[in-house]
């Protein structure tokens, strides 16, 4: 089967995956992250002073800002901005730090499809290296329903989603795994209990939604092994002058 | 999952957020059974279990039994105890405000210096640099700071910092220069008399006889931050014959 995208070859294949922290001098932490030629930078800021009315008085505010490519922000990037912050506040240990605000720009470099996931793993490296405290890491990533083939294709690329049946966002955290949990025999039920977002439009039938959040699962287990590398190779980059 | 092996202390441990510690190997070689003591990076979760909750290297000291995750950041979070360097943004009758690039200015009390009485206390201006000691750190209220050994009552060398200039560096980097092994420091001290103050905010100040000499200390040091002891020695050598 060959793609609309001729660099890869299989429908469940993820584009090269590229990552950056620690770019921006004046953020606290910042990171790019880049699902093949789609590019998101994220810079964090905090935990930081607040707004007298933006303070909480037991946990730190989370403010997500989502710039698009070009031009203004508008209401889809209003969307993602609560996408991201509502799947972010239970993650971050906000009680950690309270009276204080946490500043979330999301900036799109590049596009050419899943924005939205990129956008997610470019957030929690960011979120790394300015040294939030978190429960716990994600990964993100958007699979497809292709309209002619029915088939279901992985990190989709612009051209690719015009040919969309239906497009999901899948995210899942670092600690719940369909493995760990003998137990839960229902693999469909154990998908479900680790997606920390979804996020699905078109038309598309059960059966379908569920097998998109399987293949993303599996999917995202390669960006979390993406995310934990590049967070060892910048520690072993800092403290080689020790270890040498 | 990713579960942790305590096997090799040579290696370095890497944990993420969410990394769950075993049970069994907190436990392994501690004489005082059963105490264990947490540092900055882990925190136990709802499910009695022990997470890390930053990116970082997870460090053991068998004296006490504690485990901690050494990480790397930028935005300072006071704790008590630690030497910092901070401005004075503000000033009334009983205290100084002081920025030191947490999420709020720290209070510095106009008593809490060496012989200051009601009488005779020392006056700082707006905009001075003060090396001080965080007294009292907590999450919910401003930090307390504080210019004297708390045991002795003397300076200690905590007070004004005159002259000289301020870098604002990786709070990593930070504790890294206080190590007196500190590579750079040592390389530059061969070539250049010099003195420094590391606040553990961040800051750094550096003074030396002429400002030349003070912008390639600070250079130095900023550069070192991701070099390996070769390259290290290769940049100190190089900015020194340049100058």
Known sequence: MSRL?????????????????????????????????????????????????????????????????????????????????????????????????????????????????????????????????????????????????????????????????????????????????????DQEEAVEVATLYSDSTGLFSEEEYFECAQICYKAVQAVHGFIRTAVQKKLEKEQQQIHS | MASITTEEESKLLIVLPGDQLPESGLMEDSSAAHRLTLGPGLAPMDDDSITAVKAGILKHNAVGNRWWVESNQRRYVAAQGESIIGVVTGKSAEHYKVDIGASQPALLGVLAFEGATKRNKP??????????????????????????????????????????????????????????????????????PFEMAVGTNGKVWVNSASAQHTILICNAIRNSEYLNSAECGAMVKSLVEKM
């Open chain 2, 123 to 192: 006056n700082h201006n707006i905009g001075d640099l003060l090396y001080c000691r965080v007294s009292m750190a907590n999450k919910d209220m401003e930090a307390e700071l504080e210019c004297m050994n708390p045991t002795t009552g003397k300076a200690d060398g905590y007070g004004e910092l005159k002259g000289g200039f301020v870098i604002k560096i990786s709070l990593g980097l930070a504790r890294r220069l206080l190590d007196p092994k500190n590579l750079v420091l040592r390389l530059l001290g061969q070539h250049i």
């Open chain 1, 5 to 185: 995208d001729r660099t890869r070859t299989s429908a469940h294949q993820l584009r090269p995956f590229f990552s950056s922290q620690n770019l921006l001098n004046r953020a606290d932490g910042s990171a790019q992250f880049d699902f093949g030629e789609s590019s998101v930078m994220c810079s964090v800021i905090g935990p930081a002073e607040v707004k007298l009315r933006d303070e909480k008085l037991d946990k730190a505010t989370l403010e997500v800002v989502v710039r698009p490519l070009v031009g203004l922000p508008g209401i889809k990037d209003k969307a993602r901005e609560q996408a991201i912050r509502e799947t972010l506040e239970p993650l971050v240990l906000s009680g950690l730090h309270p009276r204080t605000g946490i500043q979330i720009v999301v900036q799109t470099m590049k596009d050419d499809g899943s924005i939205l996931a990129t956008a997610f793993n470019a957030t929690i490296l960011a979120l790394l290296d300015a040294g939030i405290p978190l429960k716990s890491i994600l990964g993100a990533v958007t699979c497809i329903v292709d309209s002619e083939t029915n088939q279901i294709l992985l990190d989709p690329t612009t051209q690719e989603l015009a040919n969309a049946k239906s497009t999901h966002t899948f995210v899942f955290d670092n600690k719940s795994s369909i493995t760990s949990s003998p137990e839960n025999k």
